[in-house]
């Protein structure tokens, strides 16, 4: 372990490899792997966990049991990733053809969540505040605080920071019945105000 590692909580059955730079008050569960990854500070990593090098996670991120994150995959702060949820880092993967240059890029903005179950195909961006329904199969970009369930999954409707159904009425405004905090529709684009 370098020096990086001296103010956060590593479960002893949890591997972490030279290089990973992991920041402080940061929890690391039973039988989690972390190659050269960067983590911030105040993150949850559950049990059984796999982050592989490169892999970015920003302050505040949860990520829940038995996870696997591939190299490619970005997290901004604050982001919520359920139980199982799966991302992949190559399109057409085949055993006998290595294809480690052709790795893409997944981007999880703030603040969003990802279900339980749910699979993330690569090369996507999930919007800040978005909410991925539990096992929904995301295999395009997803607007900032959109909705979307299903397999593919499809947008349903806008979701609040707190994590509240928005309802816009005829003028494009909503509150978020959990912080009174107001949004507003235009054009397919929600903005808080």
Not at 123 to 146: E, H, P, W
Not at 166 to 191: M, R
């Amino acid at each position: 372990m370098t020096e990086n590692h001296a103010n956060f909580f590593r479960h002893e059955t949890a591997i972490i490899d030279d290089g990973a730079v992991i920041g402080n008050d940061t929890r690391i569960w039973h039988f989690t792997h972390v190659m050269s990854a960067s983590i911030g500070h105040h993150c949850i990593i559950g049990q059984n966990v796999f982050v592989a090098n490169n892999v970015v996670l920003g302050n505040h991120v949860k990520v829940q049991n038995n996870v696997s994150l591939f190299e490619g995959v970005i997290c901004e702060d604050d982001v919520f990733i359920g139980p199982s949820a799966v991302f992949t880092n190559v399109i057409n993967p085949r055993s006998f053809i290595e294809r480690k240059n052709e790795y893409k890029k997944t981007m999880i903005k703030k603040g969003a969540t990802i279900g339980a179950n749910a699979t993330i195909i690569c090369g996507v961006t999930i919007g800040s505040y978005a909410f991925v329904g539990a096992g929904s199969v995301v295999t395009k970009d997803v607007k900032n605080f959109a909705l979307v369930v299903g397999n593919p999954a499809r947008q349903k409707g806008w979701m609040s920071k707190n994590g509240s159904k928005l309802k816009f009425d005829k003028d494009g405004y909503a509150t978020c019945d959990l912080s009174q905090q107001k949004y507003k529709l235009e054009n397919e684009i929600v903005s808080a105000l």
